[in-house]
T-cell receptor, first 114, second 110 residues
Framework: GAVVSQHPSRVICKSGTSVKIECRSL??????MFWYRQFPKQSLMLMAT?????????EQGVEKDKFLINHASLTLSTLTVTSAHPEDSSFYIC??????????FGPGTRLTVL | RKEVEQDPGPFNVPEGATVAFNCTYS??????FFWYRQDCRKEPKLLMS???SGNEDGRFTAQLNRASQYISLLIRDSKLSDSATYLC???????????FGRGTSLIVHP
C-alpha cells in the first residue's frame, strides 16, 4: 500500500514553455501532498505543501506564480512550472501522507530545460 | 544553525562493518523522526520511523535522544546494497511539515 506515482518521469522542454507534473496517490487518499526540488548532490528542498481543496502553502523563496500547484482531488496534485528556464532544471519529487506522519514519495520527475 | 544537520560523509566501510550516523535537530518541540534512504537519482524511501523507545528492524537500529536532540541510525553487518544516502527527517513546524537533513552518504565496499 501507500503507492505514489508521478508523471512524466522525465521531460525535456524548450525555455519559455510550461510543464505540468502530476502526482497521484494510487491506493489511498491524500489530503496533503508535498512538492520538493532536488539539485544534483544537494538535499531535498521543500517547495510547497499542497492541501486538497485549498491553496498551496509555499516555502519562503518559492514563487507561487511560477510554480502553480493544484490539488483538486484527494488523489491528485499537479505542479506546473510556468515559463521554464534552464535554471529550473532539476529533479522534482512529490510525496503524500497516508494518514500518519510518514511520507511516501513518488518516483520523481527529471526536468531539463534547454 | 540549521534545523536538521547531518554529517554528509561519505562513510566508506567494508562489507560486514557496523556503521552509525547521527542527526541533530534544533527544534525541541519536534514530534516525529524518520530515516529515509535515497539511492542515486531515485526518490527517498522510508527506512524506519524513530520512536522514543528506539526502533529495530533487522540490521538497522534507530534511537532518539530528546535531551541532546539527536537521532541515530546503526547499521550492522553492512551489505554492498546498503550503499546509499541516508536522510534524516524531522517534523518540526507542526505535526506533518517535514524538514530534511542533507543526507549522509554511505559506501560499502567489498
Amino acid at each position: 500500500g501507500a503507492v505514489v506515482s508521478q508523471h512524466p518521469s522525465r521531460v525535456i522542454c524548450k525555455s519559455g514553455t510550461s510543464v505540468k507534473i502530476e502526482c497521484r496517490s494510487l491506493d489511498f487518499q491524500a489530503t496533503t501532498m508535498f512538492w520538493y526540488r532536488q539539485f544534483p548532490k544537494q538535499s531535498l528542498m521543500l517547495m510547497a505543501t499542497s492541501n486538497e481543496g485549498s491553496k498551496a502553502t509555499y516555502e519562503q523563496g518559492v514563487e507561487k506564480d511560477k510554480f502553480l500547484i493544484n490539488h483538486a482531488s484527494l488523489t491528485l496534485s499537479t505542479l506546473t512550472v510556468t515559463s521554464a528556464h534552464p535554471e529550473d532544471s532539476s529533479f522534482y519529487i512529490c510525496s503524500a501522507l497516508a494518514g500518519g506522519p510518514e511520507q511516501f514519495f513518488g518516483p520523481g520527475t527529471r526536468l531539463t530545460v534547454l | 544553525r540549521k534545523e536538521v544537520e547531518q554529517d554528509p560523509g561519505p562513510f566508506n566501510v567494508p562489507e560486514g562493518a557496523t556503521v552509525a550516523f547521527n542527526c541533530t535537530y534544533s527544534n525541541s518541540a519536534s514530534q516525529s523522526f524518520f530515516w529515509y534512504r535515497q539511492d542515486c537519482r531515485k526518490e527517498p524511501k522510508l527506512l524506519m520511523s524513530v520512536y522514543s523507545s528506539g526502533n529495530e528492524d533487522g540490521r538497522f537500529t534507530a534511537q532518539l535522544n530528546r535531551a541532546s536532540q539527536y537521532i541515530s541510525l546503526l547499521i550492522r553487518d553492512s551489505k554492498l546494497s546498503d550503499s546509499a544516502t541516508y536522510l534524516c527527517v524531522v517534523n518540526s513546524r507542526g505535526s506533518y511539515i517535514p524538514t530534511f537533513g542533507r543526507g549522509t552518504s554511505l559506501i560499502v565496499h567489498p
